[in-house]
């Protein structure tokens, strides 16, 4: 028999089609989306957050001279 893959946009939408496939006494399987990033890029990408927010930036005065205030 087929399968049918159904992506949901919302839990809304999720939890209705699980009432559904329970209404009609089917077999389901539910499976996280998975991130198409590694752990250590989004651990990296948290810290320069936490850093940016912490005010350990370059600020750029004049984007006509760039290298003026990065270097």
């Known amino acids: ?4 893959v159904i992506h949901p946009k ?5 939890a209705v089609i699980k009432a559904f496939a329970k209404a009609l006494k ?6 996280a ?3 198409p990033y ?8 948290l810290d320069a957050d ?8 370059t600020r750029i ?3 006509k001279d760039i ?3 990065i270097l």
């Open 38 to 45: 590694s752990s250590a890029y989004v651990k990296r990408i």
């Open 61 to 63: 005065n004049d984007a």
């Open 10 to 14: 919302n839990k809304e939408q999720l």
């Open 1 to 4: 028999m087929e399968a049918v």
């Open 26 to 31: 089917m077999d389901f399987e539910t499976k």
């Open 67 to 69: 290298w003026a205030d």
């Open 50 to 57: 936490k850093s940016a927010k912490k005010g350990n930036v």
């Open 33 to 35: 989306a998975e991130s």
